[in-house]
């Protein structure tokens, strides 16, 4: 897996990353958004524009949020590989880990 989006992007999703994909990967779940860790080509075109610094590339990923590794993977479990992020829209799902979070991204 390339990259990987992490905590500061839990209830935040401003979606620049979205717009700036040229392949699509970034699908949009309950609370965050998440890299299809099979589509991403590694081109790193979304972590520059993330105005919340939370994406980031596998092996770089904060010692504190690379339980987010394994969330990403997860979010993908059930969907598999569904091509595009634009035609399947919004997902209803969060992994664990993102579902026991508190609230975020609101002072």
């Given at each position: 897996?390339?990259?990987?989006?992490?905590?500061?992007?839990?209830?935040?999703?401003?979606?620049?990353?979205?717009?700036?994909?040229?392949?699509?990967?970034?699908?949009?779940?309950?609370r965050m958004l998440y890299i299809h860790?099979?589509?991403?080509?590694?081109?790193?075109?979304?972590?520059?524009?993330?105005?919340?610094?939370?994406?980031?590339?596998?092996?770089?990923?904060?010692?504190?949020?690379?339980?987010?590794?394994?969330?990403?993977?997860?979010?993908?479990?059930?969907?598999?590989?569904?091509?595009?992020?634009?035609?399947?829209?919004?997902?209803?799902?969060?992994?664990?880990?993102?579902?026991?979070?508190?609230?975020?991204?609101?002072?």
């Amino acid at each position: 897996m390339p990259y990987i989006i992490a905590e500061p992007c839990v209830d935040v999703m401003d979606k620049a990353c979205i717009e700036e994909c040229p392949v699509d990967c970034i699908y949009e779940g309950g609370r965050m958004l998440y890299i299809h860790p099979d589509e991403c080509v590694d081109c790193g075109a979304c972590e520059p524009v993330c105005p919340v610094e939370a994406i980031y590339y596998e092996d770089d990923t904060p010692d504190q949020w690379t339980g987010y590794i394994q969330a990403n993977v997860d979010f993908f479990d059930e969907l598999g590989s569904p091509g595009g992020a634009a035609k399947l829209g919004r997902v209803d799902y969060d992994p664990p880990l993102i579902k026991a979070l508190p609230p975020m991204g609101e002072g």
